[in-house]
């Protein structure tokens, strides 16, 4: 039976096993105790910890060490000890095993709706994005390509009205590395590499907007992790498809069906709706609820420990 008096009262007292990427784990492994699950860790480790959770982000469930996996969660089974599965790219969430996604206590992706039991977790402003100072750019659009996923896949027909709006002023891209294939040709004289969420955060603090997409598999629940990151450092995004307001945080649009999209860049760089007011509540209300230390939280609480999130 698991310990009464040990039960977690914030993320700070949690002991976590974490398989994550550098993003999540760098957002997260200050504000609980984090043993992360490299290859170096056994048996012996974790049921030493005793850790209350082990979290396991798969971005492609195709690459995934599906042995691995299984062995990681037999020695959290083994320390009596609960985990929990982020599928963190909606465009292969689908893909996932019903052996696997069975292992866990908790499934947790972008769209719930994939599947029965499903529970919803977007992405979230990165360390990086939370730390920097606001930008004070009002001039210049920008769009961020994510690594490695084919441009078709990224992109959404409804994200060519706003390119093509965003065209009407200075506009750059950011191509994550690996650089996604298939990056149209007008596009590819507009993109500098990006290594990391620093430069993906460099790039956003000197442009006016953001213009997003969304994959088409995605649902109005998905939220790329650029958005968080530009409304953390108080630049607007405008993104390619209506989302219900109740999801976003301040300082972001959807493009609806009625809407020209030059009208809303325009609006987003000359303030008008998204003056200061509104970005820094856009900023306000990131850190209080789109952070990934609050993702741990929600990610706890699923299996069993309500916890408050606290930053180491």
Same mark, same amino acid.
């Given at each position: 039976?698991?310990?009464?008096?040990?039960?977690?009262?914030?993320?700070?007292?949690?002991?976590?096993?974490?398989?994550?990427?550098?993003?999540?784990?760098?957002?997260?492994?200050?504000?609980?105790?984090?043993?992360?699950?490299?290859?170096?860790?056994?048996?012996?480790?974790?049921?030493?910890?005793?850790?209350?959770?082990?979290?396991?982000?798969?971005?492609?469930?195709?690459?995934?060490?599906?042995?691995?996996?299984?062995?990681?969660?037999?020695?959290?089974?083994?320390?009596?000890?609960?985990?929990?599965?982020?599928?963190?790219?909606?465009?292969?969430?689908?893909?996932?095993?019903?052996?696997?996604?069975?292992?866990?206590?908790?499934?947790?992706?972008?769209?719930?709706?994939?599947?029965?039991?499903?529970?919803?977790?977007?992405?979230?402003?990165?360390?990086?994005?939370?730390?920097?100072?606001?930008?004070?750019?009002?001039?210049?659009?920008?769009?961020?390509?994510?690594?490695?996923?084919?441009?078709?896949?990224?992109?959404?027909?409804?994200?060519?009205?706003?390119?093509?709006?965003?065209?009407?002023?200075?506009?750059?891209?950011?191509?994550?590395?690996?650089?996604?294939?298939?990056?149209?040709?007008?596009?590819?004289?507009?993109?500098?590499?990006?290594?990391?969420?620093?430069?993906?955060?460099?790039?956003?603090?000197? +442009? !006016? #907007?953001? =213009?997003?997409?969304?994959?088409?598999?995605?649902?109005? /629940?998905?939220?790329?992790? %650029? *958005?968080?990151? &530009?409304?953390? +450092? !108080? #630049?607007? =995004?405008?993104?390619?498809?209506?989302?219900?307001?109740? /999801?976003?945080?301040?300082? %972001? *649009?959807?493009? &609806?069906?009625?809407?020209?999209?030059?009208?809303?860049?325009?609006?987003?760089?000359?303030?008008?709706?998204?003056?200061?007011?509104?970005?820094?509540?856009?900023?306000?209300?990131?850190?209080?609820?789109?952070?990934?230390?609050?993702?741990?939280?929600?990610?706890?609480?699923?299996?069993?420990?309500?916890?408050?999130?606290?930053?180491?």
């Amino acid at each position: 039976m698991k310990d009464i008096e040990d039960a977690p009262r914030t993320t700070k007292d949690l002991r976590v096993v974490g398989l994550t990427g550098p993003r999540v784990q760098t957002a997260v492994e200050d504000a609980c105790t984090w043993l992360t699950a490299d290859d170096r860790i056994n048996r012996s480790d974790i049921v030493d910890l005793r850790p209350h959770l082990l979290l396991a982000e798969v971005a492609n469930p195709r690459e995934m060490a599906e042995e691995r996996l299984t062995e990681l969660v037999a020695y959290v089974r083994e320390a009596d000890s609960s985990a929990a599965l982020w599928l963190s790219d909606i465009a292969h969430s689908a893909a996932c095993p019903y052996s696997i996604r069975d292992l866990f206590d908790a499934v947790f992706c972008a769209d719930p709706g994939l599947w029965f039991g499903a529970i919803g977790l977007p992405h979230a402003a990165s360390r990086q994005a939370l730390s920097a100072e606001e930008a004070q750019s009002d001039e210049g659009v920008g769009l961020v390509v994510e690594a490695i996923e084919h441009w078709d896949v990224q992109f959404s027909p409804r994200l060519e009205p706003l390119m093509a709006a965003a065209a009407e002023h200075p506009f750059a891209v950011l191509a994550m590395e690996p650089r996604a294939p298939g990056l149209p040709t007008q596009l590819e004289p507009l993109a500098r590499a990006g290594r990391d969420d620093d430069d993906r955060v460099s790039f956003i603090r000197q +442009l !006016g #907007v953001i =213009v997003s997409a969304s994959p088409t598999q995605a649902s109005a /629940l998905y939220m790329p992790a %650029v *958005v968080f990151d &530009a409304v953390a +450092l !108080g #630049v607007p =995004v405008v993104i390619a498809q209506p989302v219900s307001g109740g /999801l976003l945080p301040h300082g %972001v *649009v959807g493009l &609806a069906a009625q809407d020209a999209p030059s009208e809303l860049i325009d609006r987003a760089l000359t303030d008008g709706e998204f003056g200061p007011g509104m970005r820094d509540a856009g900023r306000r209300s990131v850190r209080h609820g789109h952070t990934y230390v609050h993702r741990l939280a929600t990610a706890a609480s699923a299996v069993g420990f309500t916890v408050m999130p606290s930053y180491g």
